[in-house]
């Protein structure tokens, strides 16, 4: 069932006052969701570039779904701004450190350098749901992260990364997870595991897991002991 209708139906059972509950907050939400979005240019200006902190944020207000739509409606106003990329993933951080987590985030085309440096922790990965065309070098050197892509992935994608999951959906680029290490990437196709098989080999041996789903090569994939 499309999930629009399965929700409007869901809300349509849901007891009147609940259901007034929900459009309170589907208003809060768009009331601070637009209240970010109208900050943000100022943090366009070199000299504040990433240090989204500044925005004046109230957490009682802010969860990860104020986040995820603030992201998505960031990236498709200014996706191709220089700075956009650091100032999201510097946003992402902060509110993963003051509790957090399972971001959502939808658009067209996610910009490069995405997600580069975000640090989860040890039985706390950051968590990120990404629905788009990731562009180059997104998730470089992140580090205790799990992320579901439904889209394609560019060049270098978790260059870098250590101890973290990544899901992938549709195609991949070049040297996906190249330096990886104490990751696992679970791909879509053989096309996509040959690919990231290939570009996670450093020096004749694997420091990251590559498996393929099922409707793969799944006699083919290949698991490291650390």
Known sequence: ???????????????????QLRVEIDKNLETT????????PALLKPQQAGRSNMIDLDWKKI??????????????????????????????????????????????????????????????LLEINLTGQLGAECFLGAS??????????????????KNSFFDISGFVGEDIGIYSEGCTFLVQSDEAYDKV???T???ETWKSRVYCRPTGRDNRVHILTY
């Open 201 to 203: 080999k450093t020096h």
């Open 33 to 40: 969701v637009n209240a970010l979005l109208a900050a943000y």
């Open 63 to 124: 969860n990860a779904r104020v986040i995820g739509e603030f992201a998505s409606k960031c990236i498709l106003t200014y996706g191709q701004e220089e700075h956009t990329s650091k100032i999201l993933t510097a946003l992402i951080q902060y509110a993963y450190g003051v509790g957090y987590n399972n971001f959502d985030i939808l658009a067209e085309k996610i910009p490069e350098d995405f997600g580069a440096g975000l640090i989860g922790e040890p039985g706390r």
């Open 144 to 161: 205790y992260v799990a992320v579901t892509v439904l889209g394609n992935v560019g060049y270098g994608f978790a260059h870098g990364s």
């Open 1 to 19: 069932m499309n999930k629009g209708l399965q929700k409007v139906l869901g809300d349509l059972e849901l007891p009147d006052k609940e259901r």
């Open 197 to 199: 098989r290939k570009s």
